[in-house]
């Protein structure tokens, strides 16, 4: 979905639109992060330019399945980001190899020949909004480091007693005078 610039009026145009999974499976050179993404993705996004500056904003809604990273159980997540982008053109790219970026430097991205490309943009900001580490709940209690129970589905006994790995039992007294 490219743009070109020259084709974006001052005043704005309103980009909305749908994309499938199967969008997606070309983006992603590993196909198993393809898989997670469950409905289309839709997107509307407003481009606004001032001379040569280009303006991005937009908010995409998406829905994909994850797997906890504390009980590892598979849970469905729906995402709604929000952005705003500056782009500007690349030949203004030459900074100093050494630079201090300020706040309002993370939002500006920089954009080569005549056309933007929405394809990249949003497949950027869905990669931003999937979580780091994803949990199915915020109270999510993770799995026994011990025995390996799911923590939220049953109660363990080894949770209350404290494990020592044996081989490290002489160090047990080393800092006691």
């Given at each position: 979905?490219?743009?070109?610039?020259?084709?974006?009026?001052?005043?704005?145009?309103?980009?909305?639109?749908?994309?499938?999974?199967?969008?997606?499976?070309?983006?992603?050179?590993?196909?198993?992060?393809?898989?997670?993404?469950?409905?289309?993705?839709?997107?509307?996004?407003?481009?606004?330019?001032?001379?040569?500056?280009?303006?991005?904003?937009?908010?995409?809604?998406?829905?994909?399945?994850?797997?906890?990273?504390?009980?590892?159980?598979?849970?469905?997540?729906?995402?709604?980001?929000?952005?705003?982008?500056?782009?500007?053109?690349?030949?203004?790219?030459?900074?100093?190899?050494?630079?201090?970026?300020?706040?309002?430097?993370?939002?500006?991205?920089f954009y080569d020949g005549?056309?933007?490309?929405?394809?990249?943009?949003?497949?950027?900001?869905?990669?931003?909004?999937?979580?780091?580490?994803?949990?199915?709940?915020?109270?999510?209690?993770?799995?026994?480091p011990h025995c390996g129970?799911?923590?939220?589905?049953?109660?363990?006994?080894?949770?209350?007693?404290?494990?020592?790995?044996?081989?490290?039992?002489?160090?047990?007294?080393?800092?006691?005078?």
């Amino acid at each position: 979905m490219n743009y070109r610039i020259e084709d974006i009026p001052q005043e704005g145009i309103l980009v909305q639109g749908e994309r499938d999974v199967d969008w997606l499976k070309g983006l992603f050179t590993d196909q198993t992060r393809s898989d997670k993404f469950i409905a289309p993705i839709s997107y509307a996004i407003r481009l606004s330019r001032s001379d040569s500056l280009v303006f991005v904003a937009g908010r995409i809604s998406l829905k994909v399945e994850l797997s906890c990273s504390r009980c590892l159980e598979r849970f469905m997540l729906s995402l709604s980001p929000e952005f705003d982008i500056s782009l500007s053109p690349a030949q203004f790219q030459s900074l100093p190899a050494e630079m201090e970026l300020q706040k309002e430097d993370l939002d500006k991205e920089f954009y080569d020949g005549e056309v933007i490309d929405l394809d990249t943009i949003i497949f950027h900001q869905i990669i931003l909004a999937i979580p780091f580490y994803p949990l199915c709940r915020e109270d999510c209690k993770g799995l026994c480091p011990h025995c390996g129970i799911n923590k939220n589905q049953e109660t363990c006994q080894c949770s209350d007693k404290e494990v020592v790995d044996h081989r490290l039992s002489g160090l047990k007294d080393f800092l006691i005078k």
